[in-house]
């Protein structure tokens, strides 16, 4: 039986040699391949590129083939690039689409693959849905012709078709080097630590830096598929060698970025890390101040509170949005928004790409630093004085058939009571949510790929923090 493909909030991944196997790759590319052929039938160019991961290059080559057989010309991206330079890259060019073979954070193990529009947008699940489809159609024609493989390609007599070759970091960077303000950065004489994390970015962030006569020390600055022995996510946990980096150098900022760049972490002078959430929230006053942006602001349902608090103080309409930047994405291409963040550290803002962008975060926050003059910490502080504190949270919990299903009946209820906190509002965004009179909130959403519940919760206080996380647990198995 053939492996259902589907594609999530970012794309299709799954394990090496298990479920993303060369068959599967030929399946998912060639159902790709049919879907913009059926949107533009002749003349339609894609871009094909890679993170670093294992076969990232044959995994090109096998894409450049495919499209090349259903009359598509294929651009690929030599050498590894970050998703948001596809992004640009994809409008900048007006090619037809980015097929980016890349797993993002997710362990060593895992590959993937990433659709973006024309639009530079995630794919939507209007396109996924049509891309599933031509999959399933593509087996069943197969299953019909004897010797011949699911994932082959409809046609052949395109094959010879003349492969074109992209190369997205000079004009990539050169937009940044337009958003980004690096002489105020340059004049403020900042040392900058950085953390590829062994991915996509490097050469991305420290290069532009570099070229505006900052001193930047880079750790994690070769290719390793293995990345170091664990997902390339910039986390608190996973960011203790760019802390030393920045005690060696003296550096007053670190920035980080995950496997294909399109995640961001960030360490204070101070060595603590920022979460997503605070950064977020922190980019969007700096805009606000440096920029005069006060178009809109965008979070998924499951991004912090700080966020309501801050467009309420600036007179900025607030966009609460599902879970999967595609939503944020829109936003950014109807100039509804100045910026827009997932509390899964993913951002981007006016004027750039409808997709997350980790290299422009480090870098704005490098400009917050250097303009204003204090660590991140500290302007923390300064605009928790003014709004209040909010701590948020999130968890994982993997659940039982039994209990999977019990919990599932429990998320279509409306609660008025949960663990003897009234429920003042029900929010039905993406997944459910159920906001108390304190301003407190939790948040559930089920995985569709793996038997795990997400819990996100925000409280007002460290102690209510605590108490609320307990409850949430306990709301899930009791």
């Known amino acids: 039986m053939l492996t259902q493909i589907k594609f999530g909030t970012s794309g299709w991944r799954a394990v090496m040699a298990e479920e993303f196997t060369f068959a599967n790759v030929r399946r998912a590319v060639g159902g790709i391949a049919r879907y913009v052929a059926s949107q533009k039938p002749k003349g339609a160019r894609v871009i094909v590129g890679r993170d670093p991961r294992f076969l990232g290059e044959t995994f090109c080559s096998m894409a450049a083939e495919i499209l090349a057989a259903q009359g598509i010309t294929p651009l690929v991206v030599a050498e590894p690039a970050p998703t948001p330079a596809f992004a640009h890259a994809v409008i900048q060019n007006q090619a037809d689409g980015v097929i980016n073979f890349t797993a993002s954070h997710n362990p060593p193990e895992y590959n993937g693959i990433k659709f973006s529009t024309p639009d530079g947008c995630p794919a939507l699940p209007e396109v996924t849905k049509k891309i599933e489809a031509e999959i399933v159609a593509g087996d069943a024609a197969s299953d019909k012709i004897p010797g011949v493989a699911a994932a082959e390609p409809a046609s052949a007599e395109h094959a010879s078709a003349e492969y074109g070759t992209l190369d997205p970091k000079s ?12 002489e105020v950065i340059r004049k403020s004489n900042l040392r900058v630590a950085f953390d590829p994390m062994w991915g996509s970015a490097r050469g991305y962030s420290d290069d532009l830096l570099r070229s505006a006569g900052l001193a930047v020390a880079t750790v994690h600055d070769c290719r390793d598929v293995l990345f170091g022995g664990h997902a390339p996510e910039p986390d608190d946990h996973l960011l203790e060698d760019l802390r030393k980096k920045m005690r060696e ?52 349902v499951a991004t912090t509170n ?11 309409e607030l966009h609460e949005t ?14 509804k928004i100045a910026i827009g963040g997932e509390e899964s550290a993913g951002l981007s803002i006016r004027h750039h790409v409808p997709e997350k962008d980790g290299v422009l975060a480090g870098l704005l926050c490098c400009e917050a630093v250097a303009r204003r003059g204090k660590s991140l910490g500290e302007q923390l502080k300064e605009l928790c004085n003014h709004v209040g504190s909010y701590y948020p949270e999130r968890q994982n919990f993997r659940l039982t058939p039994e209990v999977k299903a019990k919990f599932t009946e429990k998320l279509w209820q409306d609660p008025r009571d949960f663990c003897g906190h009234p429920v003042s509002r029900v929010v039905r965004t993406d997944g459910l949510k159920l906001v108390f009179s304190d301003g407190s909130w939790v948040c559930y959403r089920l995985s569709g790929t793996e038997p795990v519940v997400r819990v996100y919760t925000e409280a007002r206080s460290q102690k209510g923090l605590e108490k609320l996380s307990t409850a949430a647990k306990h709301w899930i198995f009791e």
């Open 322 to 335: 599902p879970v999967g930047f595609k939503y944020i994405g829109e936003l950014i291409m109807r100039d």
């Open 249 to 300: 150098t003296g550096a007053q900022i670190g920035i980080a970025t995950d496997g294909d760049a399109d995640r961001f972490g960030i360490v204070d002078a101070e060595g603590t890390f920022l979460q997503p959430n605070y950064v977020i929230a922190l980019l969007f006053d700096y805009l606000v101040e440096s920029r005069g942006w006060k178009n809109g602001v965008a979070k998924s």
């Open 306 to 316: 700080l966020i309501n608090a801050l467009a309420e103080k600036h007179g900025v």
């Open 171 to 182: 004009a990539y960077l050169k937009r940044l080097g337009e958003i980004v303000d690096l």
